[in-house]
């Protein structure tokens, strides 16, 4: 690697100026014409497509039921509901994910409790798990952090010891496979997001998948104000449990169908970028790159780099900002998903800001247990909130090209740091402002 060609945010030729590819919503004439043929037979409404739509999911996972939703975050919920997860409850969740994931235990008047990662996968820590279990313990929510399969055979004990219900939120990992089995059909339900720029995308969607036909018969009657399934459409609102309106359209499924299709091929052209990536950034020092696990196949969701501050000197977001600047990396993605953030050190569990004002569910009075959030509660999850940087999707859509200017950057920046770092130089690029953003 040479030294010598100055950095972007010093002054120096970006390496890219066109800036990368945004991450759209990648279609072809097949969801084009689905999405027509719904308009022409006037049924939007969630009806037959939607139904063939579920079929499709759960006979590509090879399970018994598949519900369609609105969303990732909403599959969640569905999910919950139906385990009865409710006030006084306590659910273990991973730190290292996206808020729907301990939000929607709140939307059930419940306590998330975070139990710490692992550094390798960036997964829930089985042993800490043990840790945070409590007689409110409920339920556990693994997360796949970046496509990685989580390895839930140790869960899974824990939750046979303990009696509990594993909710997989593999909403950044569909395609990935667990064993030979595809990733989510180990716990009793997993949740899937098809939001834009994910491995399928309907735009807003997402869906939830078991083998449980009494889990599926609440799920889907919680996401349909109550209504009985197995009861068919003269269902009225049977139940008599909260419930809600989380219905998709046909429009929606007629494009999943479609995407469903081509899942196999996006799942490969994803792990092809993502490996061409780790190819080509072998090498360079300073940066740890993704892991693939033995207990089976990531789908590259994303491309996920730890900076090593001992090497380069140089924090994550100093090395963001670097990358930035040379054109291969969008700065605002780092405020927008708060990648920085540790769960447990989210001002919303900080502040336990509770519904209407108060500080329920975490100190209401149906909760018998204690709650505290705070530094030093997942330690390796804090640490690496500060050193794992989002390179860059690696979807289909990514050339060639592409990606090697984002090795050219990465390569380019780590060169630059190691040489400030002999000359004894600080690398603070980031301004009071932009700390403050995260
Ligand atoms: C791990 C995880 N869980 C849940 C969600 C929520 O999905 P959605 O955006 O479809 O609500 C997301 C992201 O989008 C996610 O990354």
Redo the contacts with the bound molecule.
Sequence with gaps: MSGKELLAIEGGAPVRTEGMPPEADFFGLEELEAVTNVMKSRALRRGNITEEYEKKIADWFGVKHALAVT??????HVALAAIGVGPGDEVIVSPY??V??DTSVLEQNAVPVFADIDPDYLHLDPADIERKITPYTKAIIP???YGAPVDMDPIMEIARKHNLWVIE?D??AIGATYKGKKSGTTGHIA?F???AG?VISTG???FAITNDDALYEKMWSYSDFARKRSLGSSSKYHWGLPCTNYRITNLQAAIGIEQMKKLDEFVEARNKNGRYLSEQLKDVPGIILPKEPVWGETIYYYYLIRIQQEVLGSDMLNFALALSAEGVFDKKLLPTTRWPISQNLEPLFIEKSGYGGTKCPFECAHYKGKVEYGPGQCPVSEKLHEEVLWLSSVNPQMTRKDLDDIAHAVKKVVSAFLEKKVRGEKIEYAAERDRALL
Excluded: M
């Excluded at 969303?71 to 969640?76: I, K, N, P, R, V």
């Design positions: 969303s990732g975050t909403t599959a969640l994910t996206f729907s994931s997360v796949s952090a939120d909403c950044r949740v997001s098809t939001v994910k807003e969607g997402g």
